[in-house]
């Protein structure tokens, strides 16, 4: 399995929570803090998306947006439109026939805009806002616009339906829908640092698998430098550009990533788990567990567990 299926298998994204956004005439639209990722397209007629930063892009029919953090994501008729807070308030005084409503109630919507929330497994949900650009957008014209439409369409129909493996369904539509999203070559050139940066260069991207492959393995920046047809120092440089994290930083977290997903499903006795992720005893994998991530394995399974 290459790199990115094996980090969207462990997220094991399973539910949507959708939305849809009908406007018309003049207006603005913000969108509250979500808890995770959360994507966007327009379905009908065009708008502009402003960013975080006050930056801005038109969209159109068809167009694309995924947020890694959404913190201040709004949507305007046109640039400098004053928005209005999208709050559960605004939401329950402003939906019809289960879309937001905004703008002039006088005419027939001219855009439409679904939005839905990524929720992943508790234990590595972070790893997804790691893994992604702060933005991807995908225009319609792109052939991955036509296909994302496609599946958004299906997740759409999926969870407003109350058929036997809905659940099931949802969950491998929105793994094919995250990595429909992040192996396009638009999101693999974007600047920002992470796996999307290592897997854009074919020689890094080399090294990456081979960590995912075997992550047991006592593996050394020369080892992976030989195997990435580069000197070790020209690697590790170019590694830790890339990924922002130097080779064995990145194969520390990947092992502590695995060790939370274990432990969150019980899947093996602590020296099962050791083992297999490259620790040589329990007690070897406990201490290097509570160095990185602040607890000793047996308590962090407690906590996840009464998370849920």
């Not at 439109?81 to 005084?93: C, H, I």
């Not at 289960?98 to 109630?105: A, H, S, T, Y």
């Not at 070559?185 to 260069?201: F, K, N, T, V």
């Not at 492959?213 to 070790?232: H, I, P, Q, Y």
């Amino acid at each position: 399995m290459d790199a990115l299926s094996d980090i969207i298998r462990l997220l094991r994204p399973q539910t949507v929570l959708l939305g849809g956004l009908a406007a018309s005439g003049q207006w603005g639209i913000l969108v509250p803090p979500q808890q995770g990722p959360t994507f966007y397209i327009v379905t009908a007629g065009r708008c502009w998306f402003r960013r975080h930063d006050g930056d801005m892009f038109e969209l159109n029919e068809g167009d694309y947006v995924l947020s890694a953090k959404p913190t201040a994501d709004a949507f305007l008729s046109e640039p400098g439109m004053r928005t209005v807070l999208s709050d559960e308030s605004f939401k329950a005084s402003n939906s019809v026939n289960g879309e937001v409503r905004i703008g002039d109630p006088q005419h027939q919507a001219e855009t439409r805009i679904m939005g839905g929330l990524i929720v992943c497994d508790v234990a590595n949900a972070g790893l997804l806002v790691e893994l992604l650009p702060r933005y991807i957008h995908l225009r319609a014209a792109e052939e991955a616009g036509a296909r994302l439409h496609s599946l958004i369409s299906i997740i759409r129909d999926e969870a407003g339906a109350s058929r036997q493996g809905r659940d099931s369904v949802l969950a491998r539509l929105i793994e094919v829908m995250l990595i429909e999203t992040l192996r396009r070559e638009s999101a693999l050139s974007l600047p920002d640092r992470g796996l999307l940066g290592g897997l854009a260069d074919p020689q890094l991207a080399k090294a990456i698998t081979d960590i995912h492959a075997d992550v047991g393995r006592s593996w050394t920046v020369g080892e992976l430098a030989e195997r990435s047809g580069m000197s070790r120092a020209v690697f590790a440089r170019r590694f830790s550009e890339a990924v922002g994290l130097a080779p064995v930083e990145y194969l520390l977290q990947w092992r502590m990533a695995l060790a939370k997903d274990a432990l969150h499903r019980g899947s093996g006795s602590l020296e099962d788990i050791a083992l297999k992720i490259g620790y040589k005893s329990a007690s070897a994998f406990s201490t290097a567990f509570r160095q990185r991530v602040g607890c000793p394995p047996s308590e962090y399974a407690a906590a996840i567990h009464s998370r849920g």
